[in-house]
Structure formats: C-alpha cells, structure tokens
C-alpha cells in the first residue's frame, strides 16, 4: 500500500487504526535499524522504535505532507535516538567516550551482530563518530538515501552533509587503517 493511500485511510475515523497498523508494519523494521545502528543495544532500539511510533500516531493527523512519510518517520527516529544517547550521557554523568566504549562492548557481546572482523571493526569505526555525523553515514552508506532525503530528515544543508559525511568517511578509513 503506497504512503498516500495509508494517510488516506489514516485521515478516516474509521479506518485510522488498520491505517497506522499497516504504517507500522511497512516501517518498523527499516526504524528499529536506524535506531539500533545509532543505540546498538537492542532493547533499548525497540524501546526508541515504539516511542517513535508513539510519536507518529500522536501528529500524524497533522502531517502536512511536505516531506515522505518515511522521511517524516525518520526524522523522528533519529530524533528521538539522538536524545536517548544525550539523556544516558547527562544521567549517569558519561563522558562521551565512555558512551562510546559501553556502545563498542555492547556490539561485541551482541549475538545479532554477525559479521566478520572487519565488519565489527567497520561498526566500531561507525561508534566513534559524533552522533550527527553517525546519523549522515548511516543514511548515506547503509540506507542509500539522497542528500536531500537525508537534508529532509535532519534539517542539514545539503553542502554540510557532504562535508559531514565525507569527514565521517574519512574518519573511518582512518580507524580502519589503524593497526593498533
């Protein structure tokens, strides 16, 4: 079912619920991964995922359609990710290392992160990137967005996106390229 046919449905009383059921599983996947790249702990990705469509079935009836529905969604994913990582960082008083290294530890000890070495060590690289800049890679390399889907869903130019992501790849080859 396209986008408009369910904000259509959505937009119906009566139909409103089977609407979002179907919104939700067309979505949730693809924003349980954006999440879980950004958070890496999976209870805490499917934690996020449901505030985010929590989030979405309060303003949905106020979307105004001016960007893609799943754009819509993931701005608000990466959002409210984004938010979970600084609120973890001010309660427990972390400096942002720190949150880096629980972060790297926790994907080493994940059963669902399968992968050889250097995927492990491409995901570490990943970790070490400011928050923002994780956000930009992740869009651009593994959802193969365009910059200005990407510009859609984190209010960046697209100049600053390219600059964010060419730093962030250049970053990561030369983590990679490091053989400590």
Do not use: C
Not at 79 to 108: G, Q, T, W
Not at 160 to 178: Q, T
């Amino acid at each position: 079912m396209s986008d408009e046919e369910l904000l259509s449905l959505f937009a119906n009383p009566e139909t409103r619920r089977n609407a979002f059921n179907q919104l939700v599983r067309k979505y949730q996947q693809k924003v349980y991964w954006l999440v879980r790249k950004m958070v890496v702990d999976h209870d805490d990705a499917n934690d996020i995922t449901q505030d985010v469509f929590i989030k979405a079935w309060t303003a949905l009836e106020n979307f105004r359609g001016d960007a893609k529905l799943y754009t819509w969604l993931y701005r608000i994913a990466s959002n409210e990710a984004i938010n979970f990582l600084n609120k973890k960082r001010r309660k427990y008083f972390i400096p942002i290392y720190d949150v880096e290294n629980e972060l790297s530890e926790k994907l080493e000890a994940d059963p669902d992160v399968s992968g050889d070495a250097i995927q492990l060590k491409l995901q570490k690289a990943i970790l070490k990137l400011p928050e923002k800049q994780r956000l930009v890679f992740n869009l651009k390399y593994f959802e193969d967005l365009p910059y200005e889907e990407i510009s859609e869903i984190t209010g960046t130019s697209v100049g600053a996106l390219k600059a964010s992501y060419h730093w962030a790849s250049k970053k990561i080859e030369d983590f990679l390229n490091d053989t400590d």
